[in-house]
């Protein structure tokens, strides 16, 4: 990409393609994964701002980095200004190095505690922890950052208001996802906000919903003059489309898929940093849904899900995914292309027959 490199506060950034944080995806295997794969940036799954659950298990997982690339992001979640400076400070005597703040998961059990983008709803509370956690930051010079949706609801769309607030108490980058809480992941995610967003401030701006192929990519980029854009669910099982993405924005041309041969090595390599991180019985059954988002457009890929659902040993499995591998790489040197129809004019507000 031919854009001059984009930092957050010290850190210069290898390009404009972040991975989006998701919980239960974005482990470290996952974004080691797909920073060796082409994505320039990556934020954790979220860490709990509640003290009593530091120490479980699930907050350790979260919370380690090693042997990850910098800049080490760790994205934070809570309610309450004070107990998020804290759980911003736990993570920095962890390593962390950009502080990424959550006002954008829309999930139930979150958002019922009034976390995440439930937080859009009381503008003086998400500004209140916004400046906490800045405050909590500045003395070690770690920038904080902030992922929102648009708004609540379609009649409380204030990601505009807050976006100027997060600037003026030092936010120093702002991702949007293109679509309400209410909407949750349905529907199109739409990039009007998000440009109005880049208009009113000054700090970067990253646009995040939808992106699924190199062309939408380009247009959300040119649609919405964002400095970046954050893939979530579409580098799920594909986390080599950010290379995808960096080729055509660099070239105007489409990389070939991988080699069955390249994917057999990329899986089954995830598959043992997977394992060394969650052990025996929680890496068997965790590895499952990664292995389905691998192989679900590939011949037998739903017969072999389900074979796959039923096997309880980390060797066994891993074998198993290495023999169907095996077999498609006897019928087929590569997997197949990716089906996506792309940006359309819909989904950016233009009457329909314009081009972005």
Not at 138 to 150: F, I, Q
Not at 203 to 220: F, H, L, M, Q
Not at 307 to 323: G, K, L, R
Request: charged share 20%.
């Amino acid at each position: 990409m031919s854009s001059p490199p984009l930092s957050i506060g010290p850190h210069a950034l290898a390009n404009r393609l972040f991975v989006a944080p998701m919980a239960g995806v974005t482990d470290r295997p996952f974004r080691q994964l797909c920073k060796a794969l082409g994505a320039g940036y990556a934020v954790s799954e979220m860490v709990t701002s509640r003290k009593d659950l530091w120490n479980s298990l699930k907050t350790s997982r979260r919370a380690n980095h090693e042997g990850e690339p910098g800049p080490i992001a760790v994205q934070i979640a809570g309610t309450d200004a004070e107990m998020m400076a804290e759980a911003a400070r736990y993570n920095l005597d962890r390593g962390a190095q950009i502080i990424d703040i959550n006002m954008g998961c829309p999930a139930k059990k979150v958002c019922n505690k009034w976390a995440g983008s439930a937080l859009m709803q009381n503008e003086a509370l998400a500004v209140e922890i916004a400046q906490a956690v800045v405050e909590a930051c500045a003395p070690h010079g770690v920038p904080v950052t902030l992922k929102m949706r648009t708004g609540w609801c379609d009649a409380h769309r204030n990601a505009v208001v807050l976006a100027r607030r997060f600037e003026e108490v030092g936010i120093q980058m702002l991702t949007v996802h293109g679509r309400t809480r209410e909407q949750g992941y349905k529907g199109f995610a739409e990039y009007d906000t998000i440009a109005a967003v880049k208009a009113a401030v000054r700090v970067p701006v990253v646009a995040n919903g939808d992106i699924t192929s190199p062309e939408k990519a380009r247009d959300v980029l040119a649609y919405t003059g964002a400095d970046a854009v954050m893939i979530g669910r579409a580098a799920q099982g594909r986390p080599w489309i950010f290379r995808e993405i960096a080729h055509f924005m660099a070239t105007g041309e489409h990389m070939a898929p991988p080699l069955v041969a390249e994917l057999r090595r990329l899986l089954l390599d995830h598959l043992q940093d997977h394992y060394s991180l969650y052990g025996e019985g929680t890496g068997v059954r965790s590895a499952r849904k990664h292995i389905a988002w691998y192989l679900r457009s590939l011949p037998g890929g739903e017969a072999f899900r389900q074979h796959i659902n039923t096997i309880e040993d980390c060797a066994v499995q891993w074998q198993a995914v290495a023999d169907y591998l095996d077999a498609l790489g006897a019928r087929m040197d590569r997997i197949p292309a990716a089906i996506d129809a792309g940006a359309t004019s819909a989904e950016f507000g233009e009457p329909a027959g314009m081009t972005v």
